[in-house]
C-alpha cells in the first residue's frame, strides 16, 4: 500500500533554532499535503493545507511565516519551524493524498519536536 | 512495531440506528487512542481523545472505549445521521502516531 515517510522521527533543537521536518510520499504522487500539530493531552489540529506547485492555506491562528511549507514536488513537501522556541515543542505530522475527491489519506508517524 | 486494524473497512446503516467501529492495537505502551473523521478530499477532523489513564470519552452522540489489556477501542456513534458519513480512523500515540486504515460509514437516509 502507499506509504509516507516523515522524517525525523525526534528531533531535539535549541530555541532560537530552525528545523524542517520533510513527508515524502513514496509510491504515489501526493498532490495535496497536510500538516498538523498536536501538543500534550490535545487534539490533533490542522496547520496547513498545501497543494503542489502552489502556496499553502494556513489554518487562523496558524503564523505563516513561522512554519515555512514548501510543496515543490509530487512526492515532498516539508515543514520548516523557524526560531524555535519551547512553546513550539509538539508532534507534527503530515498526511498526503492524491488530491482528487475520494482519495484516500496516508499519514505519516509523525515527528516529536522538543526545543530546549 | 505497532499495528492498528479497524473492522469493518466498511459500513453501511440506514439513519437512526446506533452502530460501533473497531480498532485494535497490538502494543499497549501507549500515551492515548484518538479518534477521527475524514471527509472526501479533506483533512483529518480530531473526534474524541482518550489518555492512557483513561477508560472512555464522551462527545455528544459519540463515545469512545479504550482497553489497554486487550488492545482495543470502540467508537459508539448512537442514533446516526446521513452527516455522520465518513471515513472514520483510530490512531494509537506511543513515540509516534499509528493510524488504523479507517472504517468507511455510509448512514442511508
Known sequence: GA???????????????????ECRSLDFQATTMFWYRQFPKQSLMLMATSNEGSKATYEQGV??????????????????????????SSFYICSASRGRENSPLHFGNGTRLTVT | KQEVTQIPAALSVPEGENLVLNCSFTDSAIYNLQWFRQDPGKGLTSLLLIQSSQREQTSG??????????????????????????????????????????TSLTVIP
Do not use: M, W
Open chain 1, 63 to 88: 503564523e505563516k511565516d513561522k512554519f515555512l511549507i514548501n510543496h515543490a514536488s509530487l512526492t515532498l513537501s516539508t515543514l520548516t519551524v523557524t526560531s524555535a522556541h519551547p512553546e513550539d
Open chain 1, 3 to 21: 506509504v509516507v515517510s516523515q522524517h525525523p522521527s525526534r528531533v531535539i533543537c535549541k530555541s532560537g533554532t530552525s528545523v524542517k521536518i
Open chain 2, 61 to 102: 452522540r459519540l463515545n469512545a472505549s479504550l482497553d489497554k489489556s486487550s488492545g482495543r477501542s470502540t467508537l459508539y456513534i448512537a442514533a446516526s445521521q446521513p452527516g455522520d458519513s465518513a471515513t472514520y480512523l483510530c490512531a494509537a500515540t506511543g513515540n509516534q502516531f499509528y493510524f488504523g486504515t479507517g
